[in-house]
């Protein structure tokens, strides 16, 4: 695992046309991040209108995060045939249409359709394409794109709870929930701006013997699972679902914990935009740091470090109670859950480089939707059970601090017992090994004929590091057009 190495050929603008992608991917990771916790400050009215509990109110923000995340392979077969543009406009109006729907709900089971189900999916089909386009237009500013556009989860966070409490004081949670879907109408302006990187198409085409099946047939792979088959991919995996269980359980829970302490509603929702306003400024500020040229190729032990320090912090402020600790709770919090969002996709990219990217990132985003299942919904339980949130902090806690632990221990190992990298970043980003030989044998490539809307762009645009060979059981997609990312 480490950062990204020399380009080959043409690469990343870093700049031009990125920073308006760089601004809506901002908008659209906030929504993505923000909008499940901010949904949480209507808990309260659910509770009471449904006669529901936490754990029941909590399955709405849940469903949400699992849709978000559980459907990343989806999403990466659906960016892979269509491209990024035509996914994110279809994302954004259903992300929308179903808060609208939810603003008529009359049981929660319809709550949990719409604003769970539909909304969590339309966000995922904005998500995951925003940050293959990210990848696209950045290489050597890549931490520090990544740490901006990360930032957008917190200064959306900071501005929709309390938004949200607003809403719902005056309209109620209903009239709030059909406001926020005209707001999400906003991933539609994000989606158009995603156009492709300027430049010529990519010159090369790989040797088309390796793409094609037994009947002659030309293959096409929408979903690379081949990388399951690395050791640090699936370091990472472990890694994030472990910090899937725990880290999102303290923000969801935090204002209803705040007012259950006493604490005045108002003043509650602003804990979470405490929270907010560290991790915007955390999350930039973790970039640029990530993209020195020290600590570049140590990334994931910063990441591991992020995550420990999570962890710590709710295992010290497990008992927190009054308005002040909770308050230094939050700065601790937000200072280490920014650090771990602005890393957790530079690892990602980092370890298995650009070609793989959209595939990893749907796999890895599916294994952390089975984690937020189990998190928050099992937390809200434990909460009705035992009226105690104390217990809730420890749990939390420890799994994030084991997934730190972890993390740095096994990263640590694979360099240690491996003489040879074991991905295809280890000591640069290098990405698949195949393309490297295909160049050396390959002709100009012709106009495409195949249908639009693919990523060969990413494994032109990728880094990459010399080798002697092709990785074994990879194979290359050809064929696929550029123009239509």
Known sequence: MG??????????????????????????????????????????????????????????????????????????ILVTRFGCRPVMLA????????MILASFASRLLELYLTAGVLTGLGLALNFQPSLIMLGLYFERRRPLANGLAAAG????LSTLSPLGQLLGERFGWRGGFLLFGGLLLHCCACGAVMRPPPGPPPPLRPDPAKDRAPGGRARRRLLDVAVCTDRAFMVYVVTKFLMALGLFVPPILLVNYAKDAGVPDAEAAFLLSIVGFVDIVA????????????????????????????????????????????VAFCIAFGLSYGMVGALQFEVLMATVGAPRFPSALGLVLLMEAVAVLIGPPSAGRLVDALKNYEIIFYLA???????????????YCCLRCSNTPSGPAAEGGAADTEDVDAEKDSEPMPASTEEPGSLEALEVLSPRAGSSGPEPGVETVSGLGHESV
């Open 153 to 156: 989860s917190p200064v959306f």
């Open 91 to 98: 994302g954004g109006l259903l992300a929308s249409v179903g």
């Open 397 to 411: 806690g420890s799994e994030v601090a084991l997934a730190g632990v972890f993390m740095a221990v096994t990263t």
């Open 3 to 76: 950062a990204g190495g020399p380009r080959r050929g043409a690469g990343p603008p870093d700049g031009g046309w990125g920073w308006v992608v760089l601004g809506a991917c901002f908008v659209i990771t906030g929504f993505a991040y923000g909008f499940p916790k901010a949904v949480s400050v209507f808990f309260g009215e659910l509770k009471q209108d449904f006669g529901a509990g936490y754990s029941d109110t909590a399955w709405v923000s849940s469903i949400m995060l699992a849709m978000l995340y559980g459907t990343g392979p989806l999403s990466s």
């Open 283 to 326: 999350r930039p500020a973790c970039g640029a740091l990530a993209g020195l040229t020290r600590l570049r190729p140590h990334v994931p032990y910063l990441f591991s470090l992020a995550l420990l320090a999570n962890g710590l912090t709710d295992l010290i402020s497990a008992r927190a109670r009054s308005y002040g600790t909770l």
